[in-house]
């Protein structure tokens, strides 16, 4: 009895607050635009018994959704939102790999120390860290102060408020999740085997290339897949940092929601993304279970 | 491995200024006196001042405080019950669901999430305020706290449990004086990231406040859509003042129970 | 037989593959091998025996490339390695925790050393098939090192590091991670191997049993110096101090004093009360002289009677008997309170045992069974 309490609790929270929300925005993406109160049609009238039922379904359509692929402002939305984070995620990795590597080489005292040192920024606002780039990337910020006054350009760069202001703003805010990865990978590995490849006639480059990366790869991938799911979907960082040229879909759908208010279009939106996410979603939770399992 | 290479240096060196650079310079200019805020124009606390005096911001601030400890606490108690249900219940009817439930919200976007629930508040004519924000906001942490405690409880030698039934307790007083006691970091870390999380979030917390509630977040967007304030950077100074030294203090808290505990056994072992 | 016998170190002429000249070895400020000189010659089967943290691990390290000596030099071949990486040495090692990659299969992992020397295809593939023949894994080639039992796991590593046909090779407690009788199984596999293959074996072992087994000379070392180093036989039966006799085997070390008799024998007075003994020695000791007699318990008899023609004989009475099944060790109080081990191959059945507990026996041996050692 106890224990079905225990289950129920969670499950029914879950249920009324994950699954059906989006039930609902399933069923609102397929509604249509209508000047009221909720701005949608049509509404369940269940007083009208089955015949009302009938009426509500029949009511419904795939209009939104054939909307995004005539407009082109939407699929260009996915397309941006999809390659912004694949370069984004590859250049995490490439600026969080080092940094994991040598954290797992240091000594051992200081690890504890760096660990914490990597956490700290992930537990201050996100907003904030965004916003700090502001200041920085601006045409009269920092970056630009430092550069003109090292005489290494004579006029302003613009970096706000371009893709490369959203890049350096997603490297730095999702860094965290492409090291910690890495860095637990790291650091179970045996030392020796990096020996026993030295050993039998590798150059050290060799013996990274050939030992280290494939033995850190669960990382590599938990890391990319870390960063790449929530980046598809970013809306701060774009919207802060990009400009007027930055698509991405996580600001196309607040913009639908809030500025149009065309709520079964937004819902649309949000369908075609959670589809999206669906196969990066599915092989991330297929890697972490062959991780789990390999550790068994 | 003793010293690290020049390569490690280097990569370490860059990587921790890449990361703390921006918020140093973001501390420094908020004590700046000029309004503009990219030329250094002296010392000056004068923009803390002008914070304290802003009402709309105060408020903002306790809603957000408010919510994230009425969230973070629901989210603790419903995600260990979670945790505990999924590492310990075995086999249930739609036990794939559930875990699918609890692993899905940590990727989910939050524009998502927060666009769902609030097309669910206003099918179930549910006004937005601090309640609505406060179920969203438990929704998502709740998985958080799930995943961190059931990776403790993963790790979590069952037979404790079995010796305490075995010595008469019932299930419920062996969960409250034997596994909580022994979970209770991770239960606690759990409540700190669902504070956190609460205290951070902006997009679900957009969709689902109303007019009556406005948290910190959305104060703090709305003002730098406008570009950089003084007063921006000495709130955000203040923020990150207050979770470096929280922290800090957690670390070295764990690090002295962690050198305490091996001081006894090192003295334990000397009495053998 | 006689000239067959395989004993490069007598034979002024013969070169050593291995030379340590006065190699130092330092962490900081603690010395970990001291000025230590050793000659280590081509198909030998070498020991380094020794407590842990004698030095011997790091003296595989040097030989292996990971270390370089802090004074001294290491030769291969006559030639000076210390400016050669680890992964230009002829030389290959078998590490302790074996060190297979996880994520590669048998094969690619005995084929990982000859991949590096870009070998041809079949040749390589000629010699993988060769060397899985060689430690009989040929059934297991495409599994993973998980997925093999730890027995199979230690062929893995020999067969790896042997396959690419090293002048030198390293086994770094090779067998320390199976349990005792697929050890003793495995070490006459380890001789076999390196019979078949020629190859110069260097192990390190702290178990002395291990290295008796199977190696040609055997390296008793302690705190980064060399005790004693020798043929097996040579080791157990005239160990040359008391910390190598005490290392090798069981045995009765008994303190007293030399007084010179005749040439090449002596006195020695141990006890009050108790008749001196009689030893000889090469070794020249002065009259007086403080000394150890370290005698093997199997050199012991025991009897009921006083052996009428014993040189050596003392009264004690059974105090303990350890029954080892071939063997019964029995542990005899003397008047003055020590205790003496002597051994006996039990060749008669249990019940007929000729002693027991706290019957009065007669401990003797000849003037040759002990060791007479220099303080």
């Not at chain 1, 005539?70 to 490439?94: M, N, P």
């Not at chain 3, 020249?284 to 318990?297: S, V």
Request: hydrophobic share 50%; charged share 15%.
């Amino acid at each position: 009895m106890r224990r079905a309490l225990l289950i129920a609790v969670p499950y029914v929270w879950l249920l009324a607050l994950f699954m059906v929300p989006f039930f609902i925005v399933l069923k609102i993406s397929l509604s249509d635009t209508a000047l009221a109160i909720p701005p949608y049609t049509p509404t369940l009238d269940l007083s009208g018994g089955w015949a009302g039922i009938k009426d509500f379904f029949s009511q419904l359509d795939l209009e939104n959704f054939v909307w995004l692929t005539e407009d082109d402002l939407y699929w260009k939305a996915y397309l941006s939102s999809v390659k912004i984070a694949l370069i984004s995620t590859v250049l995490t990795l490439i600026v969080g790999y080092p940094i994991a590597y040598a954290m797992a080489r240091a000594p051992e005292e200081w690890r504890p120390t760096l660990m914490m040192l990597i956490i700290l920024p992930f537990w201050t606002s996100f907003l904030i860290r965004v916003y700090a780039w502001m200041g920085i990337l601006s045409n009269e910020g920092y970056l630009n102060q430092l550069l003109l006054w090292t005489g290494i350009i004579s006029t302003p760069l613009t970096i706000l408020n371009t893709n490369t202001a959203v890049y350096i703003g997603i490297v730095y805010t999702y860094l965290p999740f492409m090291i910690l990865p890495i860095y637990s990978a790291l650091e179970r590995m045996d030392g020796s085997l990096i020996e026993a490849a030295e050993d039998l006639g590798c150059s050290r480059l060799q013996a990274f290339w050939l030992v280290t990366i494939p033995l850190s790869r669960p990382g590599i991938i938990a890391g990319c897949f870390l960063v790449m799911i929530p980046v598809i979907g970013e809306f701060v960082i774009p919207s802060l940092l990009g400009g007027s040229g930055t698509l991405m879909i996580g600001k196309v759908l607040w913009e639908e929601f809030f500025s149009n208010r065309d709520w079964p279009v937004a819902s649309a939106v949000a369908v075609v993304l959670l589809l999206i996410l669906v196969i990066p979603i599915v092989l991330f939770q297929r890697n972490q279970q062959k991780q789990t399992e390999a550790e068994k | 491995m003793n010293r690290l290479s020049w390569f490690n240096t280097v990569s370490l060196t860059l990587g921790f200024a890449f990361l703390y650079i921006p918020m140093v310079i973001l501390i420094i200019f908020s004590f700046n006196e000029s309004k503009l805020v990219t030329v250094w124009a002296g010392f000056s606390t004068k923009w803390y001042g002008e914070l304290i005096q802003n009402q709309a911001f105060l408020d903002a601030a306790w809603v957000t405080l408010r919510v994230a400890v009425f969230s973070s606490t629901l989210a603790t108690i419903l995600g260990t019950a979670a945790a505990y249900v999924l590492v310990r219940s075995g086999r249930f009817f739609g036990r794939t669901l559930f875990s699918g439930m609890i692993y899905a919200p940590l990727v989910m976007p939050e524009v998502i999430t927060g666009l769902s629930l609030l097309l669910l508040f206003i099918g179930i004519g549910l006004d937005r305020g601090i309640l609505t924000i406060v179920l969203a906001h438990t929704t998502f942490s709740m998985c958080f706290v799930s995943v961190v405690v059931s990776s403790r409880l993963v790790t979590f030698d069952q037979s404790l449990e079995e010796a305490a039934l075995d010595l008469g307790c019932s299930p419920a007083q062996a969960f409250r004086l034997v596994t909580l006691p022994i979970i209770a970091p991770a239960v606690i870390s759990g409540w700190l990231l669902a504070f956190t999380l609460s205290l951070d979030d902006l997009v679900i917390a957009s969709f689902t406040s109303g007019p009556s509630a406005t948290t910190l977040p959305i104060k703090i967007f709305s003002a730098v859509r406008l570009g950089v304030s003084p007063e921006i950077n000495a709130l955000s100074t203040l923020m990150i003042a207050v979770v470096t030294v929280g922290v800090i203090a957690a670390s070295l808290v764990t690090k002295r129970a962690m050198m305490r505990q091996r001081q006894d056994e090192q003295a334990a072992a000397r009495t053998e | 037989m006689n000239a067959t016998i395989f004993a490069p170190w007598d034979d002024p002429q013969a070169k050593p593959l291995i030379q340590f000249r006065n190699v130092t070895k330092r962490f900081g400020v603690f010395t970990a091998i001291d000025d230590l000189s050793l000659d280590i010659y081509e198909r030998e089967f070498f020991a380094l025996l020794g407590p842990s943290g004698c030095g011997k691990t790091t003296m595989m390290r040097m030989l292996a490339g990971f270390e370089t000596p802090t004074e001294g030099h290491i030769l291969l071949g006559g030639q000076d390695i210390d400016p050669i990486p680890p992964n230009k040495r002829a030389v290959n090692m078998m590490f302790q925790s074996y060190a297979l990659f996880p994520h590669l299969s048998i094969w690619d992992n005995i084929a990982f050393g000859l991949r590096r020397d870009n070998m041809p295809k079949p040749d390589l593939e000629a010699r993988v098939e060769e060397m899985l023949r060689l430690t009989r894994l040929e059934q297991f080639a495409r599994r993973k090192p998980h997925q093999i039992s730890g027995g199979q796991r230690q062929r893995v590593a020999l067969a790896r590091s042997l396959a690419k046909a090293p002048k030198l090779l390293l086994l770094d407690e090779p067998l320390g991670a199976l349990d005792k009788k697929l050890r003793q199984d495995t070490q006459f596999e380890l001789m076999d191997i390196q019979e078949k293959t020629g190859t110069t074996f260097v192990i390190v072992t702290h178990d002395q049993e291990e290295a008796m087994t199977v190696a040609s000379r055997v390296a008793v070392m302690d705190q980064g110096r060399l005790m004693q180093v020798a043929t097996p036989d040579r080791i157990y039966e005239t160990p040359n101090s008391v910390y190598v006799a005490d290392f090798i085997g069981d045995v009765n070390i008994i303190e007293g004093r030399a007084t010179a008799r005749t040439e090449e024998s002596y006195q020695i007075d141990w006890a009050e009360g108790q008749p001196p003994l009689t030893a000889k020695s090469t070794t020249a000791l002065a009259t007086g002289q403080g000394c150890h007699l370290a005698i093997r318990p199997e050199k012991v008899t025991i009897s009921a009677e006083r052996p009428a023609d014993a040189i050596n004989a003392i009264q004690g009475e059974v105090h303990d008997i350890a029954y080892l099944g071939n063997l019964s060790t029995y542990h005899v109080k003397l008047a003055n309170g020590t205790i003496i081990k002597a051994q006996t191959a039990n060749t008669r059945r249990i019940s007929r045992r000729s002693f027991t507990w706290e019957d009065p026996v007669w401990l003797s041996w000849t003037a040759t069974a002990a060791v007479l050692l220099e303080h």
